[in-house]
């Protein structure tokens, strides 16, 4: 069911930026089609700026604003250059809490060339909300993002 409705989203979503190259715009219109499917906690990016992740567009609460290299799930996303399910963030060490209301967290890497460009992070209210099908529905979608959009780096030297 879940991966009838990714599939419907990147079909969508492929139409959406079919004629946008503009960064933030794709990754607003994403940010909001996840919500609006799922209606998930938080959904967002963090875009890598030297040595930190800073927020990107987003739908759902005020969040913080630059997370370090390797800290929190988003900036252990970015060190392991991998996704990262957290079925419960207060059993993950080092998780950075943006609000007390999130239980469950997946963060997959934004990739470009082999690059980590910066971090999908979709937070659930509820415990263990995550799985591979999300994994997959989310890494398919960031992998459009980067594709159709002119990302301008500010990678880390
Ligand atoms: N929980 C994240 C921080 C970002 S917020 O969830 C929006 C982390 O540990 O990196």
């Not at 938080?42 to 390797?70: E, K």
């Not at 609000?99 to 082999?114: F, N, T």
Request: with cysteine.
């Amino acid at each position: 069911m879940k991966d009838v409705t990714y599939q419907e989203l990147q079909t969508r979503y492929r139409a959406l930026i079919e004629e946008e190259t503009d960064p933030v715009a794709n990754m607003a219109n994403l940010a909001a089609l996840l919500k609006e499917a799922f209606g998930f906690w938080w959904v967002g990016f963090y875009l890598v700026h030297h040595d930190s992740l800073v927020l990107g567009p987003f739908q759902g609460p005020v969040a913080c604003t630059r997370i370090p290299f390797g800290k929190g799930v988003c900036g252990s996303c970015w060190k392991w250059s991998a996704p990262i399910i957290v079925p419960d963030v207060h059993a993950f060490p080092g998780h950075i809490a943006c609000s007390d209301v999130s239980a469950s967290e997946i963060v997959v890497p934004l990739m470009q060339q082999d690059v980590v460009i910066g971090v999908l992070d979709v937070d659930s209210e509820h415990l263990n909300c995550f799985d591979d099908t999300d994994r997959q529905g989310l890494e398919e979608l960031a992998r459009l993002l980067v594709e159709n959009s002119q990302f301008s780096l500010n990678l880390l030297p």
